[in-house]
């Protein structure tokens, strides 16, 4: 047995489904779930800051819902009534949370940024957060923007005040320049010919330099070889030589100071003076009485050797 559906209610049913397919898109393109309605909250702005219904409602840039209605509340103090349809049940909201409207962007539209407490008491549904003031970044931007312009203001006014008594003295400036580009012009123009003259011989010196860049790399290849070569030298040991050559030196200085052997003696010691001295002045006499009395010295030295003699003969 089949059961028969009349036309009536085909076209009813037809009818229920788009109405109900119609509404759900509308809520769908406000940003609203009518399956998940979630909880409503409720926050007093003195100010709307261009807040309206499907404005996202977010948590460190999360969204969490969306704004479902808004309204004057008082027309005398233009106090303005936000409820926020928040959707993600999961999430824990704190009584003491703060909703603020905060502008994301310089072009993007505002939102509703909720900054979470930390009462440890959720939020139930119907209650009212508390309302916050975010200077959002045009406003942030206009902060950091005035203190610049004063500056510049500033700046300028110092810059004119310096320019001003310049403008006489500027056409005198001008006059100036324009004949120091005038002579050195004349300059070179008079001197075509040198300067000519001098890139040529750039030109020939950089010709030579090509020609004989074999040559050139054989200096170079030598200096290189001549270079290690000096760096193969046992400085080193050379150096450590002379260290003890020094050392030596030192050491026999060091011994003639402090009078030892007869050359320190000689050094240090006065009585080796005195008798160097009397040897000296004996030696002189001698000397002396030698070229004085030269037969005294002859006939002992005759005597001494025929008594030589004698002996040998006997």
Same mark, same amino acid.
């Given at each position: 047995m089949h059961l028969k559906i009349s036309r009536e209610i085909k076209v009813a049913l037809f009818a229920a489904a788009t109405l109900a397919l119609t509404i759900w898109g509308f809520y769908f393109l406000k940003g609203q779930d009518i399956f998940k309605p979630g909880r409503t909250l409720y926050v007093v702005f003195p *100010?709307?800051? @261009? %807040?309206?219904?499907?404005?996202?409602?977010?948590?460190?840039? @999360?969204?969490?819902?969306? $704004?479902? !209605?808004? &309204?004057?509340? !008082?027309?005398?103090?233009?106090?303005?009534?936000?409820?926020?349809?928040?959707?993600? #049940?999961d999430l824990?909201? !704190?009584?003491?949370?703060?909703?603020?409207?905060?502008?994301?962007?310089? %072009?993007?539209a505002n939102v509703i940024d909720i900054k979470l407490g930390k009462s440890g008491q959720e939020v139930a549904d119907g209650d009212t957060l508390r309302a916050g003031v975010s200077l959002g970044i045009e406003a942030t931007m206009m902060n950091i923007?005035?203190?610049?312009?004063?500056n510049m203001n500033s700046v300028l006014i110092d810059l004119d005040s310096v320019l001003v008594p310049m403008k006489s003295s500027l056409p005198a400036t001008v006059d100036?320049?324009?004949?120091?580009?005038? #002579?050195? !012009?004349?300059? $070179? &123009?008079?001197?075509?010919?040198?300067?000519?003259?001098?890139?040529?011989?750039?030109?020939?010196?950089?010709?030579?330099?090509?020609?004989?860049e074999r040559q050139l790399d054989s200096m170079i290849g030598n200096l290189n070889r001549f270079s290690d070569t000096l760096a193969?030298?046992?400085?080193?040991?050379?150096?450590?030589?002379?260290?003890?050559?020094?050392?030596?030196?030192?050491?026999?200085?060091?011994?003639?100071?402090?009078?030892?052997?007869?050359l320190g003696q000689l050094v240090k010691s006065d009585a080796m003076h005195q008798r160097l001295d009397s040897t000296a002045m004996?030696?002189?006499?001698?000397?002396?009485?030698? /070229?004085? *009395?030269?037969? &005294?010295?002859? *006939?002992?030295?005759?005597? *001494? %050797? /025929?008594k030589n003699k004698d002996k040998s003969i006997k």
């Open positions: *100010h709307a800051g @261009y %807040i309206e219904p499907s404005t996202p409602v977010v948590v460190n840039g @999360y969204k969490i819902g969306i $704004v479902s !209605d808004t &309204r004057l509340m !008082d027309a005398v103090e233009g106090t303005v009534l936000v409820e926020l349809q928040i959707t993600e #049940d824990f909201l !704190d009584k003491e949370s703060e909703a603020i409207i905060s502008s994301p962007g310089l %072009i993007a923007v005035e203190p610049l312009q004063k100036n320049l324009n004949r120091l580009i005038t #002579d050195v !012009d004349n300059l $070179v &123009r008079t001197n075509n010919g040198k300067v000519s003259s001098i890139l040529g011989n750039a030109e020939k010196i950089m010709a030579t330099l090509a020609r004989n193969s030298v046992e400085l080193a040991k050379t150096v450590a030589t002379t260290q003890q050559a020094m050392a030596e030196v030192k050491k026999l200085l060091e011994g003639i100071n402090q009078g030892e052997g007869t004996s030696l002189q006499q001698l000397m002396t009485e030698i /070229n004085e *009395h030269p037969e &005294r010295f002859l *006939h002992f030295s005759l005597i *001494h %050797i /025929n």
